[in-house]
């Protein structure tokens, strides 16, 4: 068996769910890798948004350490020196300031996760780029991103990139599962109000919902503007804590996944909340983008671009259907898509890339 690596990941955030899906993901992975024996130290920035809304402050899984600025985070140096890998992951707050460190800590890999890679693109693109800079992608050993396709080749092309791979988020089947109750939405979507989902929003879920009186809906999601006109039959959460997801798909019939402008238009750039939501046996209605077929085929997955097609759905599918489409979906994302396939994902990627004779000294330090 092989030796068990030294992880460091500084994130967004591992212990606060509120308003991102980093945290999400990076819990799956962090179980994951633990599964398997690998020790990851996660750092984060202690900031006041995540700090009020903490739903996670301690695991078995890693150790998790919060640092307040880039001088107490200076402490960690020796933890960053000595491990096998450590992983800068995108939104980190002062993120080009906290590569720089990592990198002048030379440890055996730097590495970049990025969890946004068409907004971090198109940032890029624009200059705005607030936690990477375009000079910071060609020394790092590794670039791990959210988004597959056309995006690992303009990393590589034209960000010098040394090696861009696809590191798709996943989810922990054992946070994730069918809770058994009885629906009682006909569609629910789980989000962060974001500008330019929110056409699709209107289209995909409040339109159906005045064409559809009799039915029932659900909107769990934060930042949504004051003088949003929420449809009479559209409840509205303003957060759900991760332990509440399980239930909160497996009361619906359905549930709608929308994806950012800029994720739509770099294609294979799946959300958290897909995987999310079918590891629960809730069919997904999910508009449409490249790469969404290499993940969940046709008979996996209902799509739509239009009220009319989400209304089809809703009125027209069989619950025999339903079901065959929810389970086929869940089949697919527990055979290639946990938190424990993705880590080993990570580690094959990691070893590769790994300088000989480092695996073993960094893993017993």
Not at 11 to 32: F, K, P, Q
Not at 64 to 81: K, M, S
Request: proline share 6%.
């Amino acid at each position: 068996m092989s030796e068990p690596l030294s992880i460091v990941i500084l994130g967004l955030s591992l212990s606060s769910a509120w308003g991102n899906g980093h945290a999400t993901t990076y819990r799956a992975l962090v179980a994951g890798l633990a599964a398997d024996g690998h020790r990851v130290l996660f750092l984060e920035r202690d900031v006041p948004w995540y700090a009020a809304h903490r739903d996670f402050t301690s695991s078995d899984d890693c150790r998790l350490a919060f640092y307040d600025g880039l001088d107490d985070l200076r402490r960690f140096l020796p933890e960053i020196r000595s491990a096998n890998a450590v992983i800068v992951g995108s939104y980190v707050p002062e993120g080009r300031e906290v590569i720089d460190l990592v990198l002048g800590a030379r440890p055996a890999l730097a590495c970049f996760y990025d969890i946004d890679t068409p907004v971090t693109l198109a940032g890029l693109d624009a200059g705005e780029t607030e936690f990477l800079a375009p000079a910071q992608i060609p020394p790092l050993d590794l670039y791990f991103s959210f988004a597959g396709g056309r995006s690992l080749r303009r990393l590589e092309e034209d960000f010098g990139a040394r090696r861009a791979l696809a590191l798709y988020c996943s989810v922990d089947p054992a946070r994730y599962a069918s809770t058994g109750e009885a629906p009682v939405w006909d569609l629910g979507y789980l989000g962060t109000y974001s500008p330019d989902r929110q056409p699709k929003l209107e289209e995909l879920m409040f339109e159906p919902a005045r064409r559809c009186p009799q039915m029932r809906f659900i909107v769990a999601g934060a930042r949504y503007p004051e003088t949003t006109d929420w449809p009479a039959n559209v409840a509205h959460v303003e957060h759900l804590a991760p332990e509440a997801h399980p239930s909160f798909y497996s009361r619906q019939r359905f549930t709608l996944n929308l994806t950012r402008a800029d994720m739509v238009a770099s294609g294979y750039a799946p959300s958290v909340r897909l995987f999310e939501a079918a590891a629960c046996g809730t069919p997904v209605i999910s508009d449409r983008w490249d790469g969404l077929d290499t993940l969940l085929p046709e008979d996996a997955i209902f799509t739509a671009a239009s009220a009319d097609e989400v209304v089809a759905v809703l009125s027209e599918v069989t619950e025999a259907r339903r079901r065959a489409v929810a389970d086929a979906a869940r089949t697919r994302i527990l055979a290639g898509h946990t938190g424990t396939a993705r880590a080993r994902e990570l580690v094959t990627h990691l070893r590769a890339a790994m300088p000989a004779g480092t695996a073993l000294r960094a893993a017993r330090a």
